[in-house]
């Protein structure tokens, strides 16, 4: 067994070295999930695990959300493989996934199958450090704000002039309301914004637009992003609750195709 663990970054990301074996059996479980809680991201390259093993090593953290194929979600712009294909478009914003959901997922399991020749790394941005690195008053400031989450927000900027038969699909998903700040179980605090934070509550909506920009360029400023260049093999695991995500553009011809795992949400947004 061999399990060897090193930061990437100061603020964010750990790399893992390990083995199938380590991973299957689930010895290692408890730790790797206490790194995710602290580095946010971790990389196990070229580790190259089957679906099978990505499932098995995924229920060693926790439950499965229910997508795809047995929990195995195709990331791929291959709408005749993955029917929702479309809705990846907006992922070249930051965002985190699930919005709308009372709980999101806990983290996600990415592991790249065939990559991009351009394009289609993706970066990361920790939102805890970001919190953490603002002056104190400004933090008591932000913690009074809500934000109205929408799924129009994580489309238009992706489908400029889009026809009203779109723009009507992405009312029909109803606004969600979150804190600006999470305040976590663990007491730990972090940033939630993302594309589809749309305005702030109480506040005029350009004027809270602006204030959303200001934060999101602030969260993903170097010292708090990790970027991934994927070779195939690699596995990522992000904290969806405390890290922002995105991808760089790729032409839909790439072929890129990541397998994707969820781990179900394990507390609401507070
Ligand atoms: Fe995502």
Redesign the pocket.
């Known amino acids: 067994m061999s399990f060897i663990a090193s930061d990437i970054a100061a603020r964010i990301g750990t790399k893992i070295e390990t083995d199938h074996a380590t991973l299957a059996g689930g010895s290692k479980a408890a730790e790797i999930r206490e790194l995710l809680e602290l580095r946010g991201i971790l990389l196990f390259p070229k580790i190259s695990l089957t679906d099978e093993e990505q499932l098995g090593f995924s229920c060693t953290l926790g439950a499965l959300v229910e997508q795809g194929d047995k929990g195995l979600y195709k990331v791929t712009l291959d709408s005749k493989i993955t029917p929702t294909a479309e809705y990846l478009r907006g ?1 070249v914003l930051w ?1 985190f ?1 699930g919005f709308s959901d009372d709980v999101p997922a806990r983290a996600s399991i990415l592991t790249a199958r065939k990559t991009s020749d351009i394009g289609g790394q993706t970066e990361f941005a920790n939102t805890y450090a970001a919190y953490d690195d603002l002056p104190e008053e400004r933090k008591q400031t932000l913690s009074e704000l809500r934000v109205v989450h929408t799924m129009a927000a994580t489309q238009r900027d992706v489908f400029q002039n889009a026809p009203a038969e779109m723009q009507k699909i992405w009312e029909s998903y109803p606004p969600k309301v979150q804190p600006l700040v999470w305040t976590h179980r663990s007491g730990r605090k972090s940033l939630l914004l993302g594309s589809s934070a749309d305005w702030v509550e109480g506040m005029d909506k350009a004027e809270g637009q602006v204030l959303i920009a200001e934060l999101q360029t602030w969260t993903t400023q170097r010292k708090f992003v990790y970027r991934h260049e994927w070779t195939v093999g690699d596995m990522v695991i992000w904290d969806n609750t405390g890290m922002l ?1 995105r991808v760089e553009a790729y032409p839909d011809t790439s072929g890129r195709m990541m397998h994707r795992t969820t781990l179900v949400g394990e507390e609401p947004i507070k």
């Open positions: 992922t965002h996934d995500h």
